[in-house]
C-alpha cells in the first residue's frame, strides 16, 4: 500500500528555510501580542488624543500621570508609535535626501467629478475595541461614494494596504487616485502600482484634512451608525459586523448627495 506523506514532514526545518531564502531565526518567531494593560492604556490615550490632537507624548504622559496612572514618556511614546498617532503641529521644513517618499500635487482643485472611476480617494482610520484595535483602510469612488474595496489592518504596514489597492484595482481603473501623505501612501511599492496602471496620483497637502473631505464623511458615517452602536468585542467580530454594514451602504442605504439612491445604483449604472 503506497502511503501518502505530508512533504513538509520530509523536510528537515533548516532545508525549508533554506529554500524560502528565510532566517532559521525568523521560523521561531512568534509576534507578542498586547498586554490587557497596554490595550486599556492605548484606548484611554486615544480618547485623549481625539479630543486633544495637539498633545504629544509628553503631555499625554502628564494628564494620564494627573489621573493616577504610573506610565513613563518611554512608555508612551512607544504606545503612541504602534498605535500611529502623533501630535498635531507645524513641523520645521527639513529635506531628507534619505526618505522614501514620493509627494505627488494636489490635481482635484476645480475639477468636475461627473462620472464614475473619474476620481477614487482612500484613507485609514484607527478603531478600538473591548479587546485591542484594528485600522481600517477603505478605497472608494469619489462621484458615487461607493466603497470599491476595505480591509482591516492589525499594524500600518505598505504591503496589507496594498492588498486593498490590488482588490480595488480587479474592480475597475480610475483616471486620479487621491490619498494624503502617509507613509503607505507615499511608498515606493504603492506610488509603482499606480503608474504601472497609468493612474494619475494626487496627494491631499499637509494639514488639509478637507482635501479628502469625501473618505473623512465615510468614516464618520461607518463610526456614527454602526462601530459606536456596536461594541465590538474582537478583530472577527468587527469584520463581520463591517461586512454587513458596508453591503447595506453600498446596496441599500439611501445617500441624500446621490438624489437619495445608493452608490451601487450611481457606480453602476
Request: glycine share 4%; aromatic share 14%; net charge neutral.
Amino acid at each position: 500500500m503506497l502511503l501518502i506523506q505530508n512533504n513538509d514532514a520530509l523536510l528537515s526545518l533548516q532545508k525549508r528555510c533554506e529554500l524560502l531564502d528565510l532566517n532559521r531565526s525568523t521560523a521561531y518567531y512568534h509576534p507578542v501580542e498586547l498586554s490587557e494593560e497596554n490595550t486599556d492604556l492605548m484606548n484611554m490615550m486615544y480618547e485623549i488624543w481625539s479630543e486633544y490632537p495637539f498633545y504629544g507624548y509628553r503631555k499625554l504622559t502628564a494628564v494620564l500621570q494627573n489621573s493616577g496612572l504610573k506610565v513613563n514618556h518611554k512608555r508612551i511614546l512607544r504606545l503612541m508609535n504602534c498605535m500611529g498617532i502623533q501630535a498635531i503641529y507645524q513641523k520645521k521644513k527639513i529635506k531628507n535626501p534619505e526618505e522614501n517618499k514620493i509627494i505627488y500635487p494636489y490635481l482635484l482643485t476645480g475639477i468636475n467629478i461627473n462620472k464614475p472611476n473619474q476620481v477614487w480617494g482612500t484613507d485609514l482610520t484607527y478603531l478600538r475595541m473591548r479587546q485591542g484595535f484594528m485600522y481600517l483602510i477603505a478605497i472608494i469612488d469619489i462621484f458615487s461614494r461607493y466603497i470599491i474595496s476595505w480591509k482591516l489592518l492589525n499594524t500600518l504596514e505598505v504591503n496589507d494596504c496594498i492588498e486593498a489597492l490590488y482588490a480595488a484595482l480587479a474592480v475597475n481603473m480610475p483616471d486620479i487616485f487621491n490619498s494624503d501623505q502617509g507613509s503607505q501612501f507615499t511608498s515606493g511599492d504603492w506610488v509603482n502600482c499606480l503608474l504601472q496602471n497609468n493612474i494619475k496620483i494626487s496627494m491631499s497637502s499637509k494639514g488639509r484634512c478637507f482635501d479628502n473631505i469625501y473618505v473623512e464623511r465615510l468614516w464618520r458615517t461607518i463610526k456614527y451608525e454602526d462601530f459606536y452602536l456596536n461594541c465590538y468585542e474582537d478583530g472577527w467580530d468587527l469584520e463581520n459586523g463591517l461586512k454587513k454594514f458596508i453591503m447595506f451602504y453600498n446596496t441599500k442605504r439611501p445617500h441624500q448627495s446621490l438624489g437619495y439612491k445608493t452608490p451601487a445604483e450611481i457606480y453602476f449604472y
